[in-house]
């Protein structure tokens, strides 16, 4: 087995009860730390990256099964430098249940500046690229995800990221809009990205350092989730200073493995 090197991480956070967060109550008491019945962290051998990759063909399977074939491998863009992939682990069994890829412009520009000229203002920025998002179905699914977006922003917090910015398809959108993310691109413009089948996407950004900020402005529902209550069980790690992170390079990796669209 490949053995990535990539230092552990500092434990960042805890649950709430059963298996649903409690994103809707404003007056929970800062502080609060809640245990989940899973755990994210990110992947480091083939193992877990066979895992991910189990999760997203599911994921893809269900909503764009044309393309379920060519995410049943690793893609290239899994070993990049500057690429981390989170994996959600159910503590029952060890299941997968949920996985998304963080690629960062620190050794490399962003995958999705192939097709996308990005606002100068932005490029000067320290940005993660969040793709591949991608659930198991039924529960705890949407408490799933919303830990893995939990997980992507302690992750750039971790590593001094600046920005989060995501492709969306229609009306995957607007998922990211409740979520605070907002257009980088004049107007509320949908592109169609060759990379991924030429469907078109809306490019959507989410500044790390005013997220706490606007979410108290606005009496976000998701306040304390995101900013008060702790999960310890998502374990996102650091990045070497001076290096890129990489994940594990599987040696039946496809050379001309094809890029797919998002699955959110």
């Given at each position: 087995m490949n053995e990535l090197h990539i230092p552990a991480a500092t434990p960042l956070a805890r649950t709430k009860k059963a298996y649903e967060p409690r994103v809707n109550v404003l007056h929970e008491p800062k502080g609060t730390e809640e245990r989940l019945p899973f755990t994210v962290r990110l992947v480091r051998n083939e193992d877990d990256l066979a895992k991910a990759v189990q999760i997203r063909h599911i994921a893809y399977a269900r909503h764009m099964p044309l393309f379920a074939d060519a995410l049943s491998t690793p893609e290239m863009d899994d070993t990049e430098d500057g690429a981390v992939i989170l994996l959600a682990e159910s503590k029952l069994d060890g299941s997968p249940l949920g996985t998304a890829r963080i690629q960062t412009n620190r050794y490399r520009p962003l995958n999705m500046e192939q097709s996308i000229e990005l606002p100068i203002w932005l490029k000067d920025q320290s940005?993660?690229?969040?793709?591949?998002?991608?659930?198991?179905?039924?529960?705890?699914?949407?408490?799933?995800?919303?830990?893995?977006?939990?997980?992507?922003?302690?992750?750039?917090?971790?590593?001094?990221?600046?920005?989060?910015?995501?492709?969306?398809?229609?009306?995957?959108?607007?998922?990211?809009?409740?979520?605070?993310?907002?257009?980088?691109?004049?107007?509320?413009t949908f592109i169609p990205l060759p990379r991924e089948n030429n469907v078109p996407h809306r490019v959507l950004g989410l500044e790390i350092e005013t997220l706490k900020a606007h979410l108290t402005q606005t009496k976000h529902p998701l306040l304390n989730f995101f900013c008060y209550i702790q999960h310890p069980d998502i374990d996102v790690g650091s990045e070497v200073p001076g290096r890129p992170a990489r994940t594990v390079v599987p040696e039946n990796l496809p050379a001309n493995a094809p890029a797919s669209p998002l699955d959110r």
């Open positions: 940005i993660a690229e969040v793709r591949r998002l991608a659930v198991a179905p039924g529960n705890p699914g949407r408490l799933v995800k919303m830990i893995l977006f939990k997980a992507c922003f302690l992750y750039c917090q971790q590593n001094g990221l600046e920005w989060i910015v995501v492709a969306a398809r229609p009306p995957v959108d607007r998922s990211y809009e409740k979520l605070l993310f907002r257009d980088v691109l004049a107007g509320k």
